[in-house]
T-cell receptor, first 118, second 113 residues
Framework: GAVVSQHPSRVICKSGTSVKIECRSLDFQATTMFWYRQFPKQSLMLMATSNEGSKATYEQGVEKDKFLINHASLTLSTLTVTSAHPEDSSFYIC??????????????FGPGTRLTVL | GESVGLHLPTLSVQEGDNSIINCAYSNSASDYFIWYKQESGKGPQFIIDIRSNMDKRQGQRVTVLLNKTVKHLSLQIAATQPGDSAVYFCAENISGGSYIPTFGRGTSLIVHP
């Protein structure tokens, strides 16, 4: 199947700093990428949907100025956590679809990024 | 809607047993369903999908059953192995609209050797 990578896999930062997470589709063009957040023992919470070349659509309760998403190309989306605080510590996962199969696209997930804010 | 803030139910089985993981979906308009497996510290991995024009679909050691009447989905794993230990999520989507699948709360499967 298709491969989605994330970088970094793990990051530890100080409170107040910004952290950028990259999500790449390695062998297909992703018209849409998704960013999820997951707390321990819980389900995936969709944060935003990102379409190449347009602004991301954020879910209710997700601060767009806090979580900056850029989908600059068909193979790369970035999530920047600005002025990170300990409560932002979480597992962030991206996913991508090609958009070729309409609503039955297979969603390919990245391996996740563990963010720890001290 | 989204599954938020709920801790995962757990299913414990012995190696070799069959496992059945259940999922109740929320939207009667959903017509495409997917099961994912998520191992600890990793991203979800696609297992099997099913469209609403089917009520059963089989893969390798896995079977998905769909009951649209009661909005229920199940994943059956035959001859469960320790490597099957993971969290399993179902997701629902409406194929004719924007692709925004909704994930269920997940079930933690623990396989004892």
């Amino acid at each position: 199947g298709a491969v989605v990578s994330q970088h970094p896999s793990r990051v530890i930062c100080k409170s107040g700093t910004s952290v950028k997470i990259e999500c790449r589709s390695l062998d297909f063009q992703a018209t849409t990428m998704f960013w999820y957040r997951q707390f321990p023992k819980q389900s995936l919470m969709l944060m935003a949907t990102s379409n190449e070349g347009s602004k991301a659509t954020y879910e209710q309760g997700v601060e767009k100025d806090k979580f900056l998403i850029n989908h600059a190309s068909l193979t790369l989306s970035t999530l920047t956590v600005t002025s990170a605080h300990p409560e932002d510590s979480s597992f962030y996962i991206c996913s991508a679809i090609s958009g070729l199969a309409g609503g039955t696209d297979t969603q390919y997930f990245g391996p996740g990024t563990r963010l720890t804010v001290l | 809607g989204e599954s938020v803030g709920l801790h995962l139910p757990t299913l414990s089985v012995q190696e070799g047993d069959n496992s059945i993981i259940n999922c109740a979906y929320s939207n009667s308009a959903s017509d495409y369903f997917i099961w994912y497996k998520q191992e600890s510290g990793k991203g979800p991995q696609f297992i099997i999908d099913i469209r609403s024009n089917m009520d059963k679909r089989q893969g390798q050691r896995v079977t998905v059953l769909l009951n649209k009447t009661v909005k229920h989905l199940s994943l059956q794993i035959a001859a469960t192995q320790p490597g099957d230990s993971a969290v399993y999520f179902c997701a629902e989507n409406i194929s004719g609209g924007s692709y925004i699948p909704t994930f269920g709360r997940g079930t933690s499967l623990i396989v004892h050797p």
